[in-house]
């Protein structure tokens, strides 16, 4: 059976990003938060990298879900694109983007500890979300780039794949960065848990229902080119 209805490709590419984020971005936050607050309290230089290293890999779960639930969704429509793959350039992306994300707050705790003075305060809410916009903006390149190696191989014009992620993580980055800031304000750990349970399927769905446009678009080129989409 050959499946060519796109908004079958679309929906389901944004139910696996919905569910792939909430459970991946999820336990990718617990786990670095954790850990995070573990290893920061060892204190001096050696409890600041190290708590780097360990938000930078937690990365992995997110990366993980996200690129097995999209190689999924995908598969009828590119059945020449490999689990592994996908799921090794998800996970290259992830781990780049975690990398450069962690890095400006790790530099500066590495210069309060060096210094011994205070981290400076946080900005203003407006501020902190348009720097995420600009983080979502360059997180999306980074985090597609390894795919977009991937779709080239395969797909015609797959360099729309590039900027329909930075388009997509600069609308959901703030929504991350806002539901963060709101969920210090619940009172108990179950409001906090249901709270970004259901802001990262949100998340998830915005998301994937951006770049999934992108994809639609490519799987019309690779069926145009004349591929074999038998599932």
């Known amino acids: 059976m050959k499946p060519n209805m ?8 944004v139910g696996a990003n919905a569910l792939g984020e909430m459970v991946g971005l999820g336990l990718t936050f617990l786990a670095a938060a954790i850990g995070f607050a573990k290893l920061e309290s060892l204190g001096g ?8 290293a360990f938000a930078v890999a937690s990365g992995i779960f997110e990366a993980t879900l996200v690129g ?38 790790t530099l500066m705790n590495l210069q309060a500890e060096t210094t011994q003075s205070a981290v400076a305060a946080e900005p203003p809410q407006g ?11 360059a997180g999306g390149a980074v985090l597609s780039f390894a795919q977009w190696l991937v779709l080239r ?7 729309l794949w590039l ?23 619940l009172n108990s750990i179950n409001q906090v848990v249901s709270f970004m349970a259901v802001t990262l399927l949100v998340v998830g769905a915005i ?10 678009r490519l799987a019309g080129k690779n069926q145009a080119k004349g591929m074999d989409f038998s599932a």
């Open 207 to 216: 998301v994937g229902a951006v770049h999934g446009l992108a994809l639609v």
């Open 68 to 105: 097995w639930a999209q190689w999924w969704a995908m598969r009828p429509w590119f059945p020449e694109i490999q689990r592994w793959a996908w799921w090794r350039a998800t996970v290259i992306g992830a781990l780049l983007a975690y990398l450069l994300g962690y890095l400006p707050s």
């Open 127 to 137: 501020i902190v979300l348009l720097l995420a916009a600009g983080m979502g903006l």
């Open 6 to 13: 796109p908004i079958t490709l679309w929906l389901r590419w």
């Open 163 to 185: 900027p329909a992620n930075m388009l997509a993580w600069m609308i959901g980055m703030p929504m991350i960065f806002w539901a963060i800031d709101q969920a210090q304000k």
């Open 45 to 52: 230089l050696a409890g600041v990298l190290l708590a780097f």
């Open 153 to 159: 191989k395969q797909v015609p014009s797959a360099g």
